[in-house]
C-alpha cells in the first residue's frame, strides 16, 4: 500500500484501485442479469465476462477454475440427455441442480472478486460515505470476515477428523450420514457461534458503532475512472438485457 505525507503531519495511505463501489455495483449487476437471463449463451457469456475481470485483476488461477467448472456443467447437461427414460427422474434432479449452480456461479464470481480486491476498511469507509445506515454496515462486515474465516475452520475439522481416522470423503459422507452429522457438523456449528461472536467484538471495538464521525487514514475516493469502470459495466448490462429481450442469442 502506497504511503503520503499530507502536510508533513501525517500519513497518507492510498486505497486501492478500482474503488471498493466499482465492485459493489458490479455485484449488483451481475446479481441483476442472471435473474433476467437465463439461456445458457447468456449465462455463459456472463461467467466469460467477469473470468476477464478475473485476469484483469491478476486473478488467473481463480478464473479458470471457474470457466473450467461451468463448461463442465454445460457438458454434464448435454449428455444427461443421452440418460434412458427409466433413470429420467434422477437425471431432472441433477438437471435442476446443474440450473441453481449456473445461476449461482456469476454471482459468487463477483463476490469472489469484492472479497480479494476489497480491504474490509476501505469497504466500510465507501458504504459509510454513500450514507449506508450503521445497522447495515455491522453485520455486513462481520459477514465479510466471516466466510473467508469459515473456510479456515472447516479445514481444521477434516484435519483433525483426520487424525482421528474418520473418513470424510464423499463416499464416506453417504455412507455414514449419521457420523459425518455428529463429528464434522457440530463442531463446525459451535465453532461458528463462536466466531460470530469474536467478530462482532472485533467490529464493535474498531468504534463501528460509535455515533461520531470515524476517521480513517485510508484515502478512499471514487474519481472519474472509477464512474468510467461503472458506466462500462452498465453498458454491458443493458447489451445483455437487449440481447435477452430480442432472444438473439435464445439457445
Given at each position: 500500500m502506497d504511503v503520503k505525507l499530507v502536510d508533513d503531519t501525517f500519513a497518507f495511505f492510498k486505497a486501492?484501485?478500482?474503488?471498493p463501489r466499482v465492485w459493489m455495483f458490479l455485484?449488483?449487476?451481475?446479481?441483476?442479469?442472471?435473474?433476467?437471463?437465463?439461456?445458457?449463451f447468456e449465462l455463459f457469456s456472463l461467467v466469460v465476462m467477469l473470468a476477464v475481470i478475473m485476469v484483469w485483476q491478476k486473478m488467473i488461477a481463480t478464473a479458470g477454475y471457474f470457466t473450467a467448472f461451468y463448461t463442465a456443467l454445460l457438458a454434464l447437461n448435454e449428455l444427461l440427455r443421452l440418460i434412458p427414460l427409466k433413470l429420467q427422474p434422477i437425471s431432472m434432479l441433477v438437471a435442476m441442480i446443474i440450473l441453481l449452480l449456473s445461476r449461482l456461479i456469476p454471482i459468487?464470481?463477483?463476490?469472489?472478486?469484492?472479497?480479494r480486491k476489497t480491504q474490509l476498511n476501505e469497504l466500510i469507509i465507501a458504504l459509510e460515505q454513500m450514507h449506508i445506515p450503521k445497522m447495515l454496515i455491522i453485520p455486513l462486515a462481520v459477514v465479510y470476515r466471516y466466510v473467508p474465516t469459515i473456510k479456515c475452520e472447516i479445514l481444521y475439522?477434516?484435519?483433525?477428523?483426520?487424525m482421528r481416522g474418520l473418513n470424510q470423503s464423499v463416499a464416506g459422507m453417504f455412507l455414514h450420514p449419521v457420523t459425518t452429522l455428529e463429528?464434522?457438523?457440530i463442531p463446525l456449528l459451535i465453532r461458528s457461534s463462536k466466531l460470530a461472536d469474536e467478530l462482532s467484538a472485533a467490529a464493535l471495538c474498531k468504534g463501528l458503532d460509535t455515533k461520531h464521525q470515524r476517521t480513517s487514514c485510508t484515502g478512499v475516493r471514487f474519481d472519474k475512472k472509477d464512474a468510467a469502470y461503472c458506466a462500462v459495466y452498465a453498458l454491458v448490462a443493458v447489451i445483455f438485457i437487449f440481447l435477452h429481450y430480442h432472444k438473439i442469442f435464445d439457445i
Open positions: 486501492a484501485k478500482p474503488d455485484v449488483v449487476i451481475v446479481s441483476l442479469l442472471t435473474f433476467l437471463c437465463g439461456s445458457r459468487y464470481m463477483a463476490y469472489i472478486i469484492l472479497l475439522v477434516k484435519d483433525s477428523l483426520k463429528k464434522f457438523m
